[in-house]
T-cell receptor, first 112, second 115 residues
Framework: SQKIEQNSEALNIQEGKTATLTCNYTNYSPAYLQWYRQDPGRGPVFLLLIRENEKEKRKERLKVTFDTTLKQSLFHITASQPADSATYLCALDQGGSYIPTFGRGTSLIVHP | DAGVIQSPRHEVTEMGQEVTLRCKPISGHDYLFWYRQTMMRGLELLIYFNNNVPIDDSGMPEDRFSAKMPNASFSTLKIQPSEPRDSAVYFC?????????????FGEGSRLTVL
């Protein structure tokens, strides 16, 4: 069956360090993968999209990698700040339809 | 732009009652999605519309759930009768027809508690 797996345990890191979150998937051949941020009591907010033919995408302090052989995406936040504390969701689709299926998300807590 | 607007933000009801959740998508967006989020199952797609037409409702859990989009600026998700296991946060999202990033714009959600 199709699965999108994100670490269910919260990631605790110290301010200034790089946070790395993982998204693994099985039985998908996604045309792209998206990352969203969700704050408590709010809806998810889109951060980045990376396509299957792209290895890496950057946006300010964010970096996303996409390895279709390993079936994995890594999401990095460099120089992390307490304001980066949130739940981060990965989402992907099959066939490029832009109808995403979401992982359950990983909570990131950045300590001052 | 006000973004995607959902109402009510919170709803507490008793088992067996009818629940109607409402959504106003961003003007000009051709696609509208209803998702449900729980701790156990995460964010699940229930149904989506393209140009007011339901395209895929395979995520709707059962016949107690129904969704309509009578025009481009309004959609409803109805649960009748409601059950405690329907307790969740229901999100509406929209996006343009011409998707370059496929970004979904989410509302703030409707938190439903069925007692």
């Amino acid at each position: 069956s199709q699965k999108i797996e994100q670490n269910s345990e919260a990631l605790n890191i110290q301010e200034g360090k790089t946070a790395t979150l993982t998204c693994n998937y099985t039985n998908y051949s996604p045309a792209y993968l998206q990352w969203y941020r969700q704050d408590p009591g709010r809806g998810p907010v889109f951060l980045l999209l990376i396509r299957e033919n792209e290895k890496e995408k950057r946006k300010e302090r964010l970096k996303v990698t996409f390895d279709t052989t390993l079936k994995q995406s890594l999401f990095h936040i460099t120089a992390s700040q307490p304001a980066d504390s949130a739940t981060y969701l990965c989402a992907l689709d099959q066939g490029g339809s832009y109808i995403p299926t979401f992982g359950r998300g990983t909570s990131l807590i950045v300590h001052p | 732009d006000a973004g995607v607007i959902q109402s009510p933000r919170h709803e507490v009801t008793e088992m067996g009652q009818e629940v109607t959740l409402r959504c106003k998508p961003i003007s000009g967006h051709d696609y509208l999605f209803w998702y449900r989020q729980t701790m156990m199952r995460g964010l699940e797609l229930l149904i989506y519309f393209n140009n007011n037409v339901p395209i895929d409702d395979s995520g709707m859990p059962e016949d107690r759930f129904s969704a309509k989009m009578p025009n481009a600026s309004f959609s409803t998700l109805k649960i009748q009768p409601s059950e405690p296991r329907d307790s969740a946060v229901y999100f509406c999202a929209s996006r343009p027809g011409q998707a370059t990033t496929g970004e979904l714009f989410f509302g703030e959600g409707s938190r439903l508690t069925v007692l």
